[in-house]
C-alpha cells in the first residue's frame, strides 16, 4: 500500500512569495490533515479535512494560508505571502477508520 | 494550552539499556494514545499506541504504560539500539469524525555504543 505523498521535497522562497504544497493521501482514507513542524517542536495542527469539506481549521492563519481538497482525494496548501516564521516542515496525514493516522515525509520550507 | 506534556527533552542511553519517556495529559476526553518515532528529514512513523482500557501494550521492544487515573503515559524502549536513536513524540486525540492528534513537545533519544 503506498503511503501519503507529498511534493515538493524542499522549497526556498523570499519573504512575500508564496508557495505551494501538493498531498496524496493513502487512497481510501477520508480524513486528511495539514500540520506545521517548527524545527525542535511537535506538529501542530493546521487545517482538517473530511472528504472535501473542512472539519477545523481554527488554528489555520487565514490572511496567509489557504488549502482545499475539491475532489476529496489530493490537497494543496498555499501560503502567500510568506513570513520569515513560516520556515517549518509542513506535514500530510490521512487516517484510517480505525483512528490510526499516516504521516508523508513532508515538505520543508525555508524562507529567506 | 498545552494538552500534552512531555519528558524529558532529550535523553541519552547506553546501547542495551532501558529508554523512558513521559506524558501527561488534560483532557479526559481522549481515549488514543499513539507515541510517533521521527529520524530526521522524515515524517512522524507510528511506533505504538494504546487505547485507556488497558494498561499496558507490548510490541517488540516497545512497550506503553498507561495510568488512567493519573492521566499520564510512558515510553519504555527496552535493550536500546544504537538504530532506535530518533525523536519520539507522544500524542492524544478522541475518537470521532473531527478526531486530530495533539502533540507532545518531543524528546530525542540519542542511544550510544
Known amino acids: 500500500e503506498a503511503g501519503v505523498a507529498q511534493s515538493p521535497r524542499y522549497k526556498i522562497i523570499e519573504k512575500r512569495q508564496s508557495v505551494a504544497f501538493w498531498c496524496n493521501p493513502i487512497?481510501?482514507?477520508?480524513?486528511l490533515y495539514w500540520y506545521q513542524q517548527i524545527l525542535g517542536q511537535g506538529p501542530k495542527l493546521l487545517i482538517q479535512f473530511q472528504n472535501n469539506g473542512v472539519v477545523d481549521d481554527s488554528q489555520l492563519p487565514k490572511d496567509r494560508f489557504s488549502a482545499e481538497r475539491l475532489k476529496g482525494v489530493d490537497s494543496t496548501l498555499k501560503i502567500q505571502p510568506a513570513k520569515l516564521e513560516d520556515s517549518a516542515v509542513y506535514l500530510c496525514?490521512?487516517?484510517?477508520?480505525?483512528?490510526?493516522?499516516?504521516f508523508g515525509e513532508g515538505s520543508w520550507l525555508t524562507v529567506v | 494550552q498545552q494538552q500534552v506534556k512531555q519528558s524529558p527533552q532529550s535523553l541519552i542511553v547506553q546501547k542495551g539499556g532501558i529508554s523512558i519517556i513521559n506524558c501527561a495529559y488534560e483532557n479526559t476526553a481522549f481515549d488514543y494514545f499513539p507515541w510517533y518515532q521521527q529520524f530526521p528529514g522524515k515524517g512522524p512513523a507510528l511506533l505504538i499506541a494504546?487505547?485507556?482500557?488497558?494498561s499496558e501494550k507490548k510490541e517488540g521492544r516497545f512497550t506503553i504504560s498507561f495510568n488512567k487515573s493519573a492521566k499520564q503515559f510512558s515510553l519504555h524502549i527496552m535493550d536500546s539500539q544504537p538504530g532506535d536513536s530518533a525523536t519520539y513524540f507522544c500524542?492524544?486525540?478522541?475518537?470521532?469524525?473531527?478526531?486530530?492528534?495533539?502533540f507532545g513537545t518531543g524528546t530525542r533519544l540519542q542511544v550510544t555504543l
Open positions: 487512497s481510501g482514507h477520508a480524513t
Open positions: 496525514a490521512s487516517r484510517t477508520v480505525a483512528n490510526t493516522i499516516y
Open positions: 500524542a492524544a486525540s478522541f475518537t470521532g469524525t473531527a478526531s486530530k492528534l495533539t
Open positions: 494504546i487505547r485507556p482500557d488497558v
